[in-house]
């Protein structure tokens, strides 16, 4: 099973990698960024979506016909339908997903930004969200891409992780961390 494992993520790395290149080739790199977001959200939002990837029993025409209308419907980049059509007819439409959040995870690499995960007791506004980014950008001296998400369980605060970097200030570690001395003491 590893085996089989680490060929698929090789493969889609390496489908990825050549969507990249031929997206910058052809300088249409941002609009198919924003297209393959859009497919990667179709797919996690779409369970009939989700099915026809992954059933093995689909006809490739069947698959060509379904790409032909959600390219329609949400205007896809020319160069991405053929991408797509190229892994149909090899039978690799599979690996869509992997493939598609390599490729922006590529283009974000490329453009120099650093993930980082914020995660916070309190919903945040825009501008706080904002001013959190530009803070984290001046501190690590890289544009930061910053994924935001509202957590009521951590009482108050914020955890902020930025690659191997964790900051958690939220009052549920500060219990954790008093509830672990007293069982100790």
Do not use: W
Not at 85 to 106: A, Q, V
């Amino acid at each position: 099973m590893s085996k089989n494992k680490s060929f698929s993520d090789t493969s889609a790395n390496r489908y990825s990698l050549a969507l990249y290149e031929l997206a910058k080739e052809s300088s249409e790199l941002d609009e198919i960024e924003k297209n393959s977001f859009s497919l990667i959200q179709l797919i996690f939002n779409n369970n009939e979506f989700q099915s026809l990837i992954k059933n093995p029993t689909i006809k490739k025409n069947e698959l060509l016909t379904a790409i032909s209308k959600i390219s329609e419907q949400y205007k896809l980049n020319a160069l991405l339908i053929k991408f797509l059509s190229f892994l149909i007819s090899k039978r690799r439409f599979f690996y869509i997903e992997k493939i598609l959040k390599d490729f922006i995870e590529t283009c974000s690499k490329k453009r120099g930004e650093i993930k980082a995960q914020l995660t916070s007791a309190k919903e945040l506004s825009e501008s706080e969200i904002n001013s959190i980014k530009d803070d984290l950008t001046k501190n690590f001296g890289s544009k930061i891409k910053l994924n935001y998400k509202h957590d009521e369980t951590l009482i108050g605060g914020l955890i902020v992780q930025v690659g191997s970097t964790m900051i958690d200030s939220s009052i549920k570690n500060k219990l954790q961390k008093i509830e672990n001395r007293m069982i100790e003491a």
